[in-house]
């Protein structure tokens, strides 16, 4: 995801929770304890997820001529350049980077066998 995308996200995730802040301030005592429950659960899903724009993802890098390592970033641009900075080089040109998944990386290591 782009840094870009990730504040748009951030944006959107704040304003859910400030909503159901608000929701859950006003209707306590009003609703049954399930329809309070789950306003709360909603709002612990929010908080993980605007957590969660700011971790670091493991991003797999493909090389020119073949080949692919990882990195580690909190977004796709930061990914790009942690690559190309410590591996591009004389022998290497990183060609992209992508965010890393299980079938990715099971494809990758099957290089291996």
């Not at 704040?14 to 709360?40: F, H, P, W, Y």
Request: with cysteine; aromatic share 10%; hydrophobic share 35%.
């Amino acid at each position: 995801m782009k840094k870009s995308e990730i504040a748009l996200r951030a944006n959107h995730y704040n304003s859910r929770i400030e909503a159901l802040k608000v929701a859950v301030s006003r209707v306590c005592g009003i609703v049954d304890e399930d329809n309070l429950m789950t306003l709360q659960i909603m709002l612990t899903e929010y908080f993980d997820k605007l957590e969660s724009l700011s971790n670091d993802k493991e991003y797999m890098i493909s090389f020119e001529n073949g080949g692919w390592n990882t990195t580690y970033a909190t977004n796709d641009e930061d990914a790009l350049k942690f690559a190309k900075a410590e591996y591009d080089g004389e022998y290497t040109k990183v060609a992209s980077v992508r965010l890393s998944t299980p079938d990715g990386m099971e494809a990758a290591l099957r290089s291996f066998y």
